[in-house]
């Protein structure tokens, strides 16, 4: 399981580090997506197979499910540490992202995000927190 927020730098090269608590969980290879909310998604490789395996098993008949199904598996890329704990994240994805040089690599469960610093910023307000709490007790969350 994921958890932590780290703060780190994306190189000119569009490298970025992985903090060593996630590497012994993710591997030497994995898979980096286009997340929700502006963010990039990190799954470990099994972790991804079985949201693969949920995504493609959408009834192709929704058009709902096609385009969930489209936007995530379009928009994911295979990665590989290097010798220095870091992945080369793709233009494509650091442009949907945002990322520029401050990035935030936070713990979510059964994944990481990457954000940049500034959106990590405004999406980590609490200030609707009681709000976010009472809608998650509708879910059946609670603490």
Same mark, same amino acid.
């Given at each position: $399981?994921? $958890? ?23 591997? +030497? +290879? ?5 997340? $929700? ?22 009834? #192709? ?8 199904? *489209? ?14 704990? *870091? %992945? #080369?994240?793709?233009?494509?994805? *650091? ?15 059964? *994944?990481? +995000? %990457?954000?940049?610093? +500034? ?16 809608? $998650? ?7």
């Amino acid at each position: $399981m994921f $958890m932590s927020e780290y703060n780190h730098t994306v190189d000119a090269k569009g490298r970025l580090i992985i903090p060593a608590k996630f590497r012994e969980s993710l591997g +030497e +290879e994995f898979v980096i997506s286009k997340g $929700m909310d502006g963010c990039l998604f990190v799954y470990a490789n099994e972790d991804w197979a079985a949201f693969e395996e949920k995504l493609t098993s959408l009834p #192709l008949i929704n058009k709902e499910a096609r385009q969930f199904a *489209r936007y995530f598996l379009a928009g994911a890329a295979s990665v590989e540490l290097d010798k220095q704990g *870091r %992945i #080369l994240i793709p233009q494509s994805l *650091r442009d949907f992202a945002g990322l520029e040089k401050d990035v935030v690599l936070v713990g979510v469960g059964s *994944r990481i +995000e %990457i954000w940049s610093k +500034e959106k990590w910023d405004d999406a980590s307000s609490d200030e609707n927190l009681d709000d976010i709490a009472n809608a $998650m007790g509708a879910l059946g969350l609670t603490i």
